[in-house]
């Protein structure tokens, strides 16, 4: 399967986690708008997913990844289990020591580091640190998850790892329906979704574990020991899982100076929600194809091979997450307004919302680029570059929001954010240039530069539509709004397509060779 299939794959599979995360953030939005019991579920929940990002996604798909790649590649496959055997038990030892300590400090970690302006005495407070014990499990089990996910990628099985988050909002999404038609109090409602959260994590550790086993790699339980190659590991993660987690701590950071702003929490991550459909389906699924795939490369000693990948990574980011943010940029009103205003979530919500999704666009390509310029460190074993500019990326996100919140509220949060992306983006671009690590090729500059000319004939577009059917888009009855918007982006995704592919941009027997594949399976 080539390069742009394998992103495919794992990309179709987060795009059915996106979809369906629209319809959980919308039944939320209906449920519980973005009051006091919105605002505790998501600072609880923020917690455990930040953890999930620095001990699991952030530190395995980093640090494991290439470890476990070179020991498939070069020793063989049992090597390659002894060495996962070791790694799951000093994981194991380390998530049931770190739940237990988050869960007994849940109020003091809630009073100083989740949302340090909540009232200690106020019932958001009480219900933030239930609901944060409840889902703080979830990471324990997000974790193995992320290591299992780590083993079916250096097999090249991208789909089943990609389809897991499925889970989390399929049950959040039954959980939902169901107590709207019981009829659950807000705090109730909070509750079930928080049991939720921990019944979706152990439904997709179920789910890793049978694709584990379904490639005839099963593993057993050892003694947790410091072996060389765990202690490898855990030198190579710590740094990998810092800056694995950088968005999440943003985000956090972010989300503890909005607890100072009724409703701010709330709707932060009703903005990144829609944010994140892009990121996730182009950005997460480059990073989770082009490690394992980069590290086999530079293990074989191929170069050549390398640069090809990392050069079709910048194609095919660039070329599908521009666009995406120029739209979100342009008539996020629009789509806030569709996906989300109903029941408990008003237009001045909206409004509030669709300017931070605005700032939070800018940021978007940023956070694309880092996710393909990262792996050349990784692949190489370089943890700690991506990680001293992490943090830059953090201190810069910690000023910003720290200036732009007390003058213009949330949206200085995400613009703060923004900001920071591309701090980390350039740094990492710059470094990887410098060391002669990749240099992107003539052809790919040539493609990007088409690519910018069709965005800019798309924005063109989007601008036009949004001056003489603005109104209809936000005014007109939900059926019309729906078609409005539908028909205005499927003709500015219709016009950019025909000028990249017209122009070159796109090869057309690349696209069209994954057309005919994705119909024969």
């Not at 703060?416 to 410098?434: D, E, K, M, P």
């Not at 709004?481 to 016009?495: D, E, I, K, Q």
């Given at each position: 399967?080539?390069l742009?299939?394998k992103?495919?794959?794992?990309?179709?599979a987060?795009?059915?986690s996106?979809?369906?995360?629209?319809?959980?953030?919308a039944?939320?939005?209906?449920a519980?708008?973005n009051?006091?019991?919105?605002?505790?579920?998501?600072?609880a929940?923020?917690?455990?997913?930040?953890?999930?990002r620095?001990?699991?996604?952030?530190?395995?798909n980093?640090?494991f990844?290439p470890?476990?790649?070179?020991?498939?590649?070069?020793?063989?496959?049992e090597?390659?289990?002894?060495f996962?055997e070791?790694?799951?038990?000093a994981?194991?030892f380390?998530?049931?020591?770190l739940?237990?300590?988050?869960?007994?400090?849940m109020p003091?970690?809630?009073?100083?580091?989740i949302?340090?302006q909540?009232?200690p005495?106020?019932?958001?407070?009480?219900?933030?640190?239930?609901?944060g014990?409840?889902m703080?499990?979830?990471?324990?089990?997000m974790?193995?998850v992320?290591m299992l996910?780590?083993?079916?990628?250096?097999?090249?099985?991208?789909?089943?790892?990609?389809l897991?988050?499925v889970?989390?909002?399929?049950?959040l999404i039954?959980?939902?329906?169901?107590?709207?038609?019981?009829?659950?109090?807000?705090?109730?409602?909070?509750?079930?979704?928080?049991?939720?959260?921990l019944?979706?994590?152990?439904?997709?550790?179920a789910?890793?574990?049978?694709?584990?086993?379904?490639?005839g790699?099963?593993?057993s339980?050892?003694?947790p020991?410091?072996t060389?190659?765990v202690?490898r590991?855990?030198?190579?993660?710590?740094p990998a899982a810092?800056t694995?987690?950088?968005?999440?701590?943003?985000?956090l950071?972010?989300?503890?100076i909005a607890?100072?702003?009724d409703?701010?929490?709330?709707?932060?991550?009703y903005?990144?929600?829609?944010n994140?459909?892009?990121?996730?389906?182009?950005?997460i699924?480059?990073?989770?194809?082009?490690?394992?795939?980069l590290?086999?490369?530079l293990?074989?000693?191929?170069?050549?091979?390398a640069?090809?990948?990392?050069?079709?990574?910048?194609?095919?980011?660039?070329?599908?997450?521009v666009?995406a943010a120029?739209?979100?940029?342009?008539i996020?009103?629009?789509?806030?307004?569709?996906?989300?205003e109903?029941?408990?979530?008003?237009?001045?919500?909206?409004?509030i919302?669709?300017?931070?999704l605005?700032?939070?666009?800018?940021?978007?390509?940023?956070?694309t680029l880092?996710?393909?310029f990262?792996?050349?460190f990784y692949?190489?074993?370089?943890?700690?570059?991506?990680m001293?500019f992490?943090?830059?990326?953090?201190?810069?996100?910690?000023?910003?929001?720290?200036?732009?919140?007390?003058?213009?509220?949330?949206?200085?949060?995400?613009i703060?954010?923004s900001?920071?992306?591309?701090?980390?983006?350039l740094?990492?671009?710059?470094a990887?240039?410098?060391?002669?690590?990749?240099r992107?090729?003539?052809?790919?500059?040539?493609?990007?530069?088409?690519?910018?000319?069709a965005n800019?004939?798309?924005?063109?577009l989007?601008?036009?539509?949004?001056?003489?059917?603005?109104a209809t888009?936000?005014?007109?009855?939900?059926?019309?709004?729906?078609l409005?918007?539908?028909?205005?982006?499927a003709?500015?995704?219709?016009?950019?397509?025909a000028?990249?592919i017209?122009?070159g941009?796109?090869?057309?027997?690349?696209l069209?060779?994954?057309?005919?594949?994705?119909?024969?399976?």
């Amino acid at each position: 399967m080539s390069l742009i299939g394998k992103f495919s794959t794992v990309g179709s599979a987060t795009l059915a986690s996106r979809v369906l995360g629209f319809f959980r953030e919308a039944m939320i939005a209906a449920a519980l708008g973005n009051g006091p019991v919105a605002d505790a579920f998501y600072a609880a929940f923020r917690f455990p997913n930040l953890f999930r990002r620095l001990f699991a996604e952030g530190a395995f798909n980093s640090a494991f990844v290439p470890l476990f790649a070179k020991e498939l590649e070069g020793d063989g496959g049992e090597a390659a289990r002894r060495f996962a055997e070791q790694v799951l038990s000093a994981l194991l030892f380390i998530l049931i020591l770190l739940s237990a300590i988050a869960m007994i400090f849940m109020p003091f970690l809630v009073s100083t580091i989740i949302a340090a302006q909540f009232d200690p005495a106020s019932s958001k407070f009480a219900v933030t640190v239930t609901y944060g014990r409840i889902m703080f499990p979830y990471l324990a089990a997000m974790s193995l998850v992320a290591m299992l996910s780590g083993i079916l990628n250096s097999f090249r099985r991208y789909f089943l790892a990609a389809l897991a988050p499925v889970l989390l909002n399929i049950v959040l999404i039954a959980a939902l329906a169901g107590g709207l038609i019981i009829g659950l109090a807000g705090e109730d409602v909070g509750l079930l979704l928080s049991w939720s959260v921990l019944v979706s994590g152990l439904l997709q550790l179920a789910l890793l574990l049978y694709g584990v086993h379904r490639e005839g790699f099963a593993m057993s339980f050892r003694a947790p020991a410091l072996t060389p190659q765990v202690r490898r590991l855990l030198w190579l993660a710590l740094p990998a899982a810092i800056t694995g987690g950088i968005t999440q701590i943003n985000l956090l950071v972010g989300q503890n100076i909005a607890s100072a702003q009724d409703g701010a929490i709330a709707i932060i991550n009703y903005a990144d929600r829609i944010n994140q459909l892009p990121l996730g389906v182009i950005g997460i699924a480059i990073g989770v194809v082009l490690l394992p795939e980069l590290s086999r490369s530079l293990k074989a000693g191929d170069f050549d091979d390398a640069a090809h990948l990392q050069n079709r990574s910048l194609e095919f980011g660039l070329g599908l997450t521009v666009p995406a943010a120029i739209g979100f940029a342009l008539i996020p009103e629009a789509l806030v307004a569709l996906v989300y205003e109903r029941g408990a979530f008003a237009r001045e919500t909206t409004l509030i919302t669709a300017e931070v999704l605005r700032a939070f666009a800018i940021g978007l390509p940023a956070f694309t680029l880092i996710s393909i310029f990262r792996p050349g460190f990784y692949a190489r074993e370089d943890m700690k570059t991506p990680m001293w500019f992490a943090g830059a990326n953090a201190a810069t996100n910690i000023t910003g929001s720290l200036i732009l919140f007390p003058l213009i509220g949330v949206t200085g949060i995400a613009i703060a954010t923004s900001i920071a992306g591309w701090v980390n983006a350039l740094l990492l671009a710059i470094a990887l240039w410098h060391r002669n690590l990749f240099r992107p090729s003539a052809v790919t500059l040539r493609r990007l530069g088409l690519i910018a000319l069709a965005n800019l004939v798309m924005a063109g577009l989007l601008v036009a539509a949004s001056r003489y059917l603005g109104a209809t888009m936000l005014e007109a009855g939900f059926i019309i709004r729906a078609l409005t918007v539908l028909a205005v982006v499927a003709g500015a995704a219709l016009v950019y397509f025909a000028i990249v592919i017209a122009t070159g941009a796109v090869e057309r027997d690349r696209l069209l060779g994954l057309f005919i594949r994705r119909r024969a399976q």
